[in-house]
């Protein structure tokens, strides 16, 4: 059995690179394009994903964990906030963020993309 991480890798290095009041082409610079973005109300969210994912003998892989790297931009394009995600028991948890335990509005969004694939 062989581990592998699928869709984008986050390194830690990167994360310590992306600080409050950046610019969005910094962020592309330092992360690249997101694989998602989101938009609500003057700001702009952009999203990394890694799985994480075993794969056995016979080519089948299984998904052992998937994280979410979530950029906030305010109106000016400039990052506001940063925060990983991941699923606990099937719930979204943030592992490092300084938003609100509730994560505004995109929860949902966030709980979609760790849920599906």
Do not use: C, H
Request: no cysteine; glycine share 6%; net charge neutral.
């Amino acid at each position: 059995m062989t581990k592998r991480t699928q869709g984008y890798e986050i390194p830690a290095s990167a994360l310590q690179q992306i600080r409050v009041g950046q610019s969005e082409q910094l962020v592309t610079l330092v992360l690249g394009s997101p694989m998602s973005t989101n938009t609500f109300g003057d700001q702009t969210a952009w999203y990394y994903v890694e799985t994480k994912v075993n794969q056995t003998s016979f080519g089948l892989a299984m998904v052992q964990e998937r994280t979410v790297l979530a950029v906030y931009f305010d109106k000016n394009k400039k990052v506001a906030d940063r925060a990983v995600y991941t699923l606990n028991d099937g719930k979204v948890v943030a592992i490092e963020s300084r938003r609100t335990p509730s994560f505004g509005e995109d929860a949902t969004f966030i709980d979609s993309i760790l849920s599906s694939f």
